[in-house]
């Protein structure tokens, strides 16, 4: 694996992890948090450049797709960012609450959401953690 596909996924798998264990233990945190914050316009644009940011740079310093899963999930997560801050910086903050409360049904299918992630994090960490980089 390329030293930045290495270091993406440990960066990643172990937030993807730190993040679901977090969620798993303070489910109703979460749901209030992220309601309240979906309808406060000047946060959402400050978590929108944050995010567009983040994607941005995953997406110009890795856009592989041909050396293997891992850095194809990378850069996946990469263009997700990237899309999820565009998504925030566009829509109008009823569009955003109605997107991610409503049609993402983020209350309803919270631990559903948190699997993803802890899932995605072992997975990462698994093959980060356990890969050699090579130049």
Not at 6 to 11: A, E, I, Y
Not at 68 to 79: Q, Y
């Amino acid at each position: 694996m390329l030293p930045r596909t290495v270091f993406l996924s440990r960066l990643l798998a172990l937030y993807y992890i730190l993040a679901a264990i977090s969620m798993f233990l303070h489910k109703q945190t979460y749901v209030e948090t992220v309601t309240a914050l979906l309808h406060n316009a000047p946060a959402m644009f400050l978590v929108s450049i944050f995010a567009l940011l983040a994607g941005l740079a995953m997406v110009l310093g890795h856009n592989i797709w041909s050396s293997g899963t891992v850095a194809a999930v990378v850069s996946l997560i990469g263009w997700i960012t990237l899309i999820k801050g565009l998504l925030f910086l566009f829509l109008s903050p009823q569009m955003e609450s109605e997107l991610f409360l409503s049609k993402l049904h983020y209350g309803q299918l919270f631990y559903m959401y948190a699997t993803i992630s802890l899932v995605l994090g072992v997975y990462l960490t698994y093959r980060g953690f356990t890969s050699s980089s090579r130049s």
